[in-house]
């Protein structure tokens, strides 16, 4: 096990992409191994595809990128700005409310803070807001777009460590619009301290917004509609992926008719890219899942961290912030495949509802992804901005600070987090 | 217009998306009105793992795959092109391997049905060496670039990346 | 430990054959003075069935619980013990799994695909149906979609009994139902209570279609590398632990009812004849029609 961590940091860090990085160290295992012969790794790179619940993740990145085609981004940037462009600090609040409405249709952070870097980025500059702070604005932002369903962190969450997704899901929406609030309100303290101005002297009024809303109606309609399809019955968990790509195609179609046969295409390719980025460093990691479970570190984690305490939350916020620390170095998905395995018997074990530490986990794990030294959300937005890291980090921490303020509170409140899978599900 | 087996590879693997939505979908509604199709997601899963290879393969021809940059961009350009041959060599022996191995598995359990099909599983294990085959060719053309003094083999030049300072 | 058998099974902490396997590992580990060490991975940790079967395969030092479904793409004679009403009760079973006849099996297993049975005696209980509406045959399983693993034998079995066969994973069984995507699922009882099945379906009707016998199968290989006395040693604990876990089966699945029962579920005996005559056919249909006549006799003697 040693050996495998120190081969996967040590070819990471020398600039190898982290598929091949897990997929070498994985296979050093069945290399070195003297009774597990080294073509089952080969089988556990099989294997791994062959899950039903996976399947949610092609799903749900081809429906991201044909939304994008049918023309609902601009619908909810025009709701975005209708709803908040008011507020002190008016563009960067319109970037966080738009991530909370992406967040019903997409399902990946990364993708949510890339768009907005290249759509909202240039104007917020232009208006006077720092390079860091709208890189920062963007990437954390891009968290709550990760968190309200769809969810592909929560789907591999759900995958790994077999916990149903439809609860997952329902479990997201709050949390979701805790952070939504948490960063507002940031944005409100350092707009207001900095004289970041807002986009117009009043409120809109009441016609404005219910048009702005109407029009966005099909995007804000689609997470309500999927979850009511998981929980009526028509679909399972699985399948309701496969439904939201016809369900993007059929807005496109007919009732946007901004869908053309060349953007479906288009989708489909881009769709097809994405998918090999993410499905590779969940196949090749198959192997270092195999090697985890074969050594029994979860056994050994358990012990060393119910040596420490027993008491639940205490566990808890210890993994949590174990995971933080991994974070800041490990990428998102690669966290969730390691990790979830090992943790989530130890918390159910303590009496720990999984749909409660999963919100916790994907979080803060998916937060990762906005910190340096690696962070895949910060990367795209700072590269895309151009903005230098220091510059990036000083003006996220008020940021991370609140969104690390409102994972403890949610630590100590199941109530609020299983709220609506409980009344739901 | 980029060469044959380029074009070729991007239309089976968007074929296969494609495919794989509409069995999963038909699948949901079929079972709705009450006559299950056994085979339909069946078939969906065996072609999602042939999907994953032809994807990774696109992404690392066109350099998408995710690494960390982060340490590699404070090299100078010369190391930073050694430390990539030398890796770009070490994962070429690691999907060699794999590649051989695999063909051996898929041999060797050749009567492992798939699923409930009655169809072979070395449909499955199969798409491993196929897929380690393609992304090693792929990755001998980066190379070969590499060392020709043109890019680098995992980085792409012209990507969006944050300032060094 | 010089030697070391990592079990795998599909079956949780608390299922009669985990105790079992338990047992197994403590006899073994006293009898060969701790050189073979066996280390067992409950909820399929190292994989399906089919690839720890494909890792046993490979020379590797594991060894699964399974059915002989499982098997019969490498011999074909051990489908027949899925078979509708093939046996009563868990006596017959273990006469079958413990002849000449099945040690015939075991060797062609070994030249087919380099596996062998440890002991095959590993009883899970009857299969029983659960549904949500009374049943006394086959006319009341008219259009009820039921879940049921989808190897031809399960299959053919249930559309047979008159319901529709609907295969899906185990685990989206319990949503599966309470979403009404299907009607009713067949299973023996500690499985069937494992999932809180009675949570989600209200009538237990006691069929006893298919008697659920599995076997704990690993690499010959990996068998024969071991010194004579241990293989002797592992064989026969294995077939002891086997009887042990079956009559703990037995014990758990009168609580296990008794319990469901009193959760508010049905459960009902049933005179199981218009089942046993309307499932007889599927013997022919999968080629097992002179098979079924040398059980038939071996069990008559
Ligand atoms: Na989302
Ligand atoms: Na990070």
Same mark, same amino acid.
């Given at each position: 096990?040693?050996?495998?961590?120190?081969?996967?940091?040590?070819?990471?860090?020398?600039?190898?992409?982290?598929?091949?990085?897990?997929?070498?160290?994985?296979?050093?295992?069945?290399?070195?191994?003297?009774?597990?012969?080294?073509?089952?790794?080969?089988?556990?790179?099989?294997?791994?595809?062959?899950?039903?619940?996976?399947?949610?993740?092609?799903?749900?990145?081809?429906?991201?990128?044909?939304?994008?085609?049918?023309?609902?981004?601009?619908?909810?940037?025009?709701?975005?700005?209708?709803?908040?462009?008011?507020?002190?600090?008016?563009?960067?609040?319109?970037?966080?409310?738009?991530?909370?409405?992406?967040?019903?249709?997409?399902?990946?952070?990364?993708?949510?803070?890339?768009?907005?870097?290249?759509?909202?980025?240039?104007?917020?500059?232009?208006?006077?807001?720092?390079?860091?702070?709208?890189?920062?604005?963007?990437?954390?932002?891009?968290?709550?777009?990760?968190?309200?369903?769809?969810?592909?962190?929560?789907?591999?969450?759900?995958?790994?460590?077999?916990?149903?997704?439809?609860?997952?899901?329902?479990?997201?929406?709050?949390?979701?619009?805790?952070?939504?609030?948490?960063?507002?309100?940031?944005?409100?303290?350092?707009?207001?301290?900095?004289?970041?101005?807002?986009?117009?002297?009043?409120?809109?009024?009441?016609?404005?917004?219910?048009?702005?809303?109407?029009?966005?109606?099909?995007?804000?309609?689609?997470?309500?509609?999927?979850?009511?399809?998981?929980?009526? $019955?028509?679909?399972?968990?699985?399948?309701?992926?496969?439904?939201?790509?016809?369900?993007?195609?059929?807005?496109?179609?007919?009732?946007? &008719?901004?869908?053309?046969?060349?953007?479906?295409?288009?989708?489909?390719?881009?769709?097809?890219?994405?998918?090999?980025?993410?499905?590779?460093?969940?196949?090749?990691?198959?192997?270092?899942?195999?090697?985890?479970?074969?050594?029994?570190?979860?056994?050994?984690?358990?012990?060393?961290?119910?040596?420490?305490?027993?008491?639940?939350?205490?566990?808890?916020?210890?993994?949590?912030?174990?995971?933080?620390?991994?974070?800041?170095?490990?990428?998102?998905?690669?966290?969730?495949?390691?990790?979830?395995?090992?943790?989530?018997?130890?918390?159910?074990?303590?009496?720990?509802?999984?749909?409660?530490?999963?919100?916790?986990?994907?979080?803060?794990?998916?937060?990762?992804?906005?910190?340096?030294?690696?962070?895949?959300?910060?990367?795209?937005?700072?590269?895309?901005?151009?903005?230098?890291?220091?510059?990036?980090?000083?003006?996220?921490?008020?940021?991370?600070?609140?969104?690390?303020?409102?994972?403890?509170?949610?630590?100590?409140?199941?109530?609020?987090?299983?709220?609506?899978?409980?009344?739901?599900? | 217009?980029?060469?044959?087996?380029?074009?070729?590879?991007?239309?089976?693997?968007?074929?296969?998306?494609?495919?794989?939505?509409?069995?999963?979908?038909?699948?949901?509604?079929?079972?709705?009105?009450?006559?299950?199709?056994?085979?339909?997601?069946?078939?969906?899963?065996?072609?999602?793992?042939?999907?994953?290879?032809?994807?990774?393969?696109?992404?690392?021809?066109?350099?998408?795959?995710?690494?960390?940059?982060?340490?590699?961009?404070?090299?100078?350009?010369?190391?930073? &092109?050694?430390?990539?041959?030398?890796?770009?060599?070490?994962?070429?022996?690691?999907?060699?391997?794999?590649?051989?191995?695999?063909?051996?598995?898929?041999?060797?359990?050749?009567?492992?049905?798939?699923?409930?099909?009655?169809?072979?599983?070395?449909?499955?294990?199969?798409?491993?060496?196929?897929?380690?085959?393609?992304?090693?060719?792929?990755?001998?053309?980066?190379?070969?670039?590499?060392?020709?003094?043109?890019?680098?083999?995992?980085? &792409?030049?012209?990507?969006?990346?944050?300032?060094?300072? | 430990?010089?030697?070391?058998?990592?079990?795998?099974?599909?079956?949780?902490?608390?299922?009669?054959?985990?105790?079992?396997?338990?047992?197994?590992?403590?006899?073994?580990?006293? &009898?060969?003075?701790?050189?073979?060490?066996?280390?067992?991975?409950?909820?399929?940790?190292?994989?399906?069935?089919?690839?720890?079967?494909?890792?046993?395969?490979?020379?590797?030092?594991?060894?699964?619980?399974?059915?002989? $479904?499982?098997?019969?793409?490498?011999?074909?004679?051990?489908?027949?013990?899925?078979?509708?009403?093939?046996?009563?009760?868990?006596?017959?079973?273990?006469?079958?799994?413990?002849?000449?006849?099945?040690?015939?099996?075991?060797?062609?297993?070994?030249?087919?695909?380099?596996?062998?049975?440890?002991?095959?005696?590993?009883?899970?209980?009857?299969?029983?149906?659960?549904?949500?509406?009374?049943?006394?045959?086959?006319?009341?399983?008219?259009?009820?979609?039921?879940?049921?693993?989808?190897?031809?034998?399960?299959?053919?079995?249930?559309?047979?009994?008159?319901?529709?066969?609907?295969?899906?994973?185990?685990?989206?069984?319990?949503?599966?139902?309470?979403?009404?995507?299907?009607?009713?699922?067949?299973?023996?009882?500690?499985?069937?209570?494992?999932?809180?099945?009675?949570?989600?379906?209200?009538?237990?009707?006691?069929?006893?279609?298919?008697?659920?016998?599995?076997?704990?199968?690993?690499?010959?290989?990996?068998?024969?590398?071991?010194?004579?006395?241990?293989?002797?040693?592992?064989?026969?604990?294995?077939?002891?632990?086997?009887?042990?876990?079956?009559?703990?089966?037995?014990?758990?699945?009168?609580?296990?009812?008794?319990?469901?029962?009193?959760?508010?579920?049905?459960?009902?005996?049933?005179?199981?004849?218009?089942?046993?005559?309307?499932?007889?056919?599927?013997?022919?249909?999968?080629?097992?029609?002179?098979?079924?006549?040398?059980?038939?006799?071996?069990?008559?003697?």
């Amino acid at each position: 096990m040693t050996l495998l961590a120190i081969i996967f940091f040590a070819l990471m860090f020398a600039g190898l992409p982290i598929a091949f990085a897990i997929g070498i160290a994985g296979f050093s295992f069945f290399v070195f191994s003297s009774s597990i012969p080294a073509s089952i790794g080969v089988q556990q790179i099989a294997t791994t595809s062959q899950s039903f619940p996976l399947l949610a993740v092609p799903f749900f990145v081809l429906a991201g990128h044909m939304m994008n085609r049918t023309g609902i981004t601009p619908r909810l940037i025009t709701c975005s700005n209708a709803l908040v462009s008011w507020m002190a600090g008016g563009l960067a609040q319109v970037c966080i409310v738009l991530s909370t409405l992406m967040g019903g249709v997409s399902g990946s952070a990364v993708a949510d803070a890339a768009m907005e870097a290249r759509i909202l980025g240039p104007e917020m500059m232009a208006k006077g807001y720092s390079r860091g702070f709208t890189g920062a604005v963007i990437a954390v932002g891009s968290l709550i777009t990760a968190t309200i369903p769809p969810s592909l962190g929560l789907i591999l969450y759900g995958f790994v460590g077999n916990v149903s997704i439809g609860r997952l899901f329902l479990a997201g929406i709050i949390p979701g619009f805790l952070m939504m609030a948490a960063m507002m309100l940031t944005v409100w303290l350092v707009a207001r301290k900095r004289g970041y101005r807002a986009e117009s002297a009043q409120p809109p009024s009441f016609r404005v917004v219910m048009r702005a809303v109407y029009d966005a109606k099909w995007a804000l309609l689609f997470p309500i509609i999927l979850l009511v399809a998981i929980r009526g $019955g028509i679909f399972t968990a699985s399948e309701v992926g496969a439904f939201a790509v016809i369900y993007a195609v059929f807005v496109g179609v007919v009732l946007h &008719r901004e869908l053309t046969f060349e953007g479906f295409r288009a989708a489909l390719a881009e769709a097809v890219e994405d998918i090999g980025v993410i499905m590779l460093i969940i196949l090749l990691s198959g192997m270092v899942g195999y090697a985890v479970i074969f050594e029994q570190a979860p056994q050994t984690v358990a012990a060393a961290l119910l040596g420490l305490s027993s008491e639940p939350v205490v566990v808890v916020l210890l993994i949590l912030f174990f995971l933080f620390i991994a974070g800041l170095f490990i990428e998102s998905t690669v966290l969730v495949l390691m990790l979830a395995p090992i943790f989530v018997p130890i918390v159910t074990r303590l009496g720990v509802d999984p749909v409660h530490f999963g919100i916790l986990m994907m979080s803060v794990v998916t937060l990762g992804g906005m910190t340096p030294p690696v962070g895949v959300a910060m990367y795209a937005v700072c590269g895309i901005l151009r903005c230098p890291v220091e510059e990036y980090f000083r003006e996220s921490l008020p940021f991370l600070l609140a969104i690390i303020l409102v994972i403890v509170g949610l630590a100590f409140l199941p109530g609020v987090v299983l709220f609506l899978p409980n009344l739901f599900g | 217009m980029p060469p044959i087996h380029v074009v070729l590879e991007e239309f089976v693997a968007k074929a296969l998306l494609a495919a794989i939505v509409v069995l999963v979908f038909l699948a949901a509604a079929a079972r709705t009105f009450g006559h299950p199709l056994i085979w339909s997601v069946d078939l969906a899963q065996l072609l999602f793992v042939w999907l994953c290879m032809l994807g990774a393969n696109k992404a690392l021809r066109r350099k998408s795959h995710i690494g960390v940059d982060f340490f590699v961009l404070r090299l100078p350009t010369a190391m930073r &092109r050694i430390v990539e041959i030398v890796l770009g060599l070490l994962t070429l022996g690691f999907l060699g391997a794999l590649a051989y191995l695999g063909v051996r598995l898929t041999l060797l359990n050749a009567e492992r049905i798939y699923g409930d099909s009655g169809i072979s599983y070395a449909w499955v294990t199969g798409a491993v060496p196929v897929g380690c085959v393609l992304l090693a060719l792929t990755l001998i053309g980066h190379l070969v670039r590499c060392l020709r003094g043109g890019a680098l083999v995992f980085l &792409r030049e012209d990507a969006p990346r944050p300032v060094v300072e | 430990a010089s030697y070391e058998l990592n079990i795998n099974t599909a079956l949780t902490t608390d299922d009669p054959i985990y105790k079992g396997l338990e047992r197994l590992r403590d006899r073994v580990a006293e &009898r060969t003075g701790g050189e073979l060490a066996i280390r067992i991975f409950p909820g399929s940790q190292l994989g399906k069935d089919e690839d720890v079967l494909e890792q046993a395969r490979a020379g590797a030092n594991v060894a699964v619980v399974v059915d002989g $479904g499982r098997l019969a793409v490498f011999v074909p004679e051990f489908g027949v013990l899925g078979g509708p009403y093939l046996v009563s009760g868990f006596d017959q079973v273990r006469k079958i799994v413990t002849s000449p006849m099945f040690d015939a099996w075991n060797a062609k297993l070994k030249a087919a695909s380099g596996h062998t049975a440890l002991s095959f005696n590993w009883w899970q209980g009857d299969r029983n149906l659960l549904t949500n509406r009374a049943v006394t045959g086959p006319a009341d399983l008219a259009g009820v979609r039921m879940r049921t693993p989808g190897a031809p034998v399960w299959m053919e079995t249930i559309r047979a009994m008159g319901a529709t066969p609907t295969p899906m994973g185990w685990a989206e069984v319990y949503p599966a139902l309470q979403q009404q995507v299907i009607d009713a699922v067949e299973a023996q009882t500690p499985a069937a209570y494992g999932a809180r099945l009675y949570e989600v379906t209200s009538h237990l009707t006691k069929t006893a279609h298919i008697s659920l016998i599995t076997g704990l199968v690993t690499s010959a290989a990996w068998v024969d590398s071991l010194p004579a006395e241990m293989q002797t040693a592992l064989k026969e604990e294995s077939l002891a632990a086997g009887d042990y876990a079956s009559g703990l089966t037995g014990e758990s699945i009168v609580a296990l009812e008794a319990d469901m029962a009193s959760k508010g579920m049905t459960v009902t005996e049933i005179d199981v004849t218009p089942f046993r005559e309307a499932t007889a056919g599927v013997y022919e249909l999968l080629g097992y029609t002179e098979l079924k006549q040398t059980i038939d006799a071996m069990l008559a003697e």
